[in-house]
Every structure is written in C-alpha cells, then in structure tokens.
C-alpha cells in the first residue's frame, strides 16, 4: 500500500511565496517521476510541474519562471517553491507520484489528498 500526502498550503498575499511538499510512503520500489496539479472548483484539473527520477523538470508555461520543483532530501518526498503568487494561483494543490510497488507491477499513478493555496490580500 502506497500512501501520497502533500503539506504547506495556507493563505499568502499577492507577491508572497509558499513551499508544498509531498512525500510517498510504504510499499515502493522505484519511483519514476512526481507531479503537483492544482484544481479550482469547477474548473478541469491542471498540470503544474514534473520532476523525473532523472531530475529533468517541466512546467505548464503559467508556473514557468516563478515555480521550482525539487526532490527533497528522502529521494521519495518533493517540494514545489511558489514565488511572486498571484491571485489566479489560487487553488487545491495535487502531489501525484508514478511508481512502482515491485518488479512485476507495473507503474501505478497515486494522488494525494491535496492542500489548499490561497492567494489574497
């Protein structure tokens, strides 16, 4: 059993940052990349960035410049670096990891619950 849990949304001001983490936990053998979403009500879910066990990163041309995902120091954890937020970044923020939980499976998408970003003065 695989479990996904993503922390460190909260409120932030217009131009303000927040730092979310993820972390992937239990039953793992190899990890072949971590992805942060964002969803706001009604809206269809987002890609945000991508970070491959390779380390090779990709970003939705909205977060380009002022996101950075990154591993964490547990090589199954990564952190998505918000800066200079603005108020269309508001929303549910998703942590998805593809992985495998042994040789013979095969790779399997697990989400998290999600954390809430809010950005508003």
Known sequence: Q?????????LVEPGG????????????HVIS???????TPGKDLEWVATITVADT??????????????????????????NSLRAEDTA???CAVLLRTSVTTSVTNYWG?????????
């Open 2 to 10: 695989v479990q996904v849990v993503e922390s460190g949304g909260g």
């Open 92 to 94: 549910r923020y998703y």
């Open 113 to 121: 619950p999600g954390t809430q970003v809010t950005v508003s003065s």
């Open 33 to 39: 990349n971590m992805r942060w979403y964002r969803q």
């Open 17 to 28: 940052s927040l730092r979310l983490s993820c972390a992937a936990s239990g039953t793992i």
């Open 57 to 82: 990163t990709t970003y939705h041309k909205s977060a380009k410049g002022r996101f950075t995902i990154s591993r964490g120091s547990d090589k199954n954890t990564v952190d998505l670096q918000m």
